[in-house]
C-alpha cells in the first residue's frame, strides 16, 4: 500500500523482515548466475571505482568485454529496480551483462546511488542522486575510451525498468548539457517512467498489475521524490517529457513485454518520440512479464534475441 513519507518507507525497507526479504532476493538473483548461458571464458571483466559527479561520491562500474585489444562498440547498461534497488554485480545481471558481451561487443554497468536500498555503494540518496551517477558514468566511459579500447562514437544507453528511466533520463540530461554529438543512440527496455499508477490512459497498468511486479502504489515516487512527481519534472520521470524535450533524441528502441503493468507506459513514450520526429522504433515481446529479457536462465531465447537486437541498433545507428 501507500506510504506517508519517505522517511516512512525508509524505516520499513529497514525493518528485520524487510532485510530478510531482501536477503532471500538477493540470493535467488545470485543464484541465476549462469555460466552455461553465458561463460565467462573469452571474455574480460573487470571493475572500476570512479569518481561521481557533482556530488564528489564514489561508485562502481563492471566492464565486460570479449579478451581482444580491439576497438569496440560499447553497452553501457544501467540495472534496474526502480531506481529503488538492486545491483549490476548480482548474479542475474552478470549473466546479463556477459551474454550482450558474447554478441562482440564492450559493456560497462554502472552501480549508481539507489534511493531505497543500497547497491555496491553504501549511500541511498533521491533523485538527482542516481542520474547524476549514470550521467557520469557515461562521461568516464568517454574519456577512458582510448585506456578501454571502445569506440567513443559508438556508446549505446540501455537499461531495463528503473534503468530504462535513467536510460532515458540520461539522454535527456546530456541533450540539456549541450553534448547531443556524444549520442549514438538508446535502448529502454520496459521502462519505469510514469510515477504514478494507476492511470486511466494506461490501461496496463490496471489489467497487469500484479503480474509479476506490482507497481499500484505511490512507493516508487515516495522513494525516488514524491515532488519531482508533483513538479512532473521529466528528468526523474520521463513519461512528462514534451516534444521538446524529446526533439534532438538520438534514434531510440523501446521494448516493452505483453504481460506487464508498465507496457503502455512504454508506448505511449513511443509515440511521444514519433511525435517530436525521432528515429524510433517500439517492439512488444508477447507472452512475456516484465523486464523477461535480463531473466537470462529462465528464457535464454529472448534474452539472446534481445542481446542481438541490442547490437543490430548499433550497427543501424552509426550508418
Known amino acids: 500500500g501507500d506510504v506517508e513519507s519517505r522517511e516512512a518507507l525508509l524505516a520499513a525497507s529497514n525493518s528485520p523482515r524487510a532485510l530478510e526479504q531482501e536477503a532471500m532476493m538477493v540470493g535467488m538473483f545470485n543464484a541465476a548466475d ?24 564514489s561508485i562502481n562500474l563492471c566492464t565486460i568485454r570479449p579478451d581482444n585489444d580491439e576497438t569496440l562498440p560499447c ?4 540495472h534496474g529496480g526502480g531506481m529503488m534497488t538492486l545491483s549490476c554485480f548480482y548474479g542475474n545481471y552478470q549473466t546479463w551483462g556477459r551474454l550482450i558481451a558474447h554478441q562482440g561487443v564492450a559493456v560497462v554497468m554502472v552501480d549508481f546511488r539507489n534511493c531505497l536500498r543500497p547497491s555496491s555503494v553504501p549511500e541511498v540518496e533521491p533523485f538527482p542522486a542516481g542520474l547524476n551517477d549514470c550521467v557520469s558514468g557515461f562521461q568516464w566511459i568517454r574519456a577512458q575510451a582510448e585506456t578501454l579500447n571502445i569506440n567513443p562514437k559508438q556508446i549505446l544507453i540501455a537499461g531495463e525498468s528503473g ?12 541533450i540539456r548539457d549541450g553534448q547531443r554529438d556524444a549520442l549514438l543512440g538508446l535502448y529502454a527496455l520496459c521502462p519505469y517512467i510514469s510515477g504514478q499508477w494507476p492511470r486511466e490512459s494506461l490501461p496496463s497498468s490496471t489489467e497487469n498489475d500484479g503480474i509479476f511486479i506490482t507497481v499500484g502504489t505511490n512507493r516508487g515516487a515516495m522513494a525516488y521524490g514524491i515532488e519531482a512527481l508533483e513538479n512532473e519534472d ?3 520521470w520521463p513519461y512528462f517529457a514534451s516534444e521538446a524535450d524529446l526533439s534532438h533524441f538520438p534514434p531510440t528502441v523501446i521494448r516493452v513485454n505483453e504481460c506487464d503493468p ?6 505511449a513514450f513511443y509515440r511521444n518520440l514519433n511525435r517530436a520526429g525521432v528515429k524510433a522504433q517500439c517492439t512488444q515481446s508477447m507472452g512475456t512479464i516484465h523486464a523477461s529479457e535480463t531473466l537470462c536462465s529462465i528464457v535464454p531465447d529472448i534474452s539472446r534475441a534481445c542481446a542481438r537486437d541490442m547490437v543490430a541498433w548499433i550497427q543501424e545507428c552509426a550508418e
Request: aromatic fraction near 4%.
Open 34 to 57: 549462469n555460466e552455461a548461458i553465458a561463460p565467462k571464458s573469452g571474455l574480460r571483466i573487470d571493475r572500476q571505482r570512479i569518481t561521481s559527479q557533482p556530488d564528489g561520491n
Open 75 to 78: 553497452v553501457y547498461y544501467i
Open 163 to 174: 534503468g530504462g528511466n535513467l536510460a532515458i533520463a540520461t539522454t535527456m540530461k546530456l
Open 234 to 236: 521529466p528528468l526523474a
Open 262 to 267: 508498465l507496457r503502455d507506459e512504454g508506448i
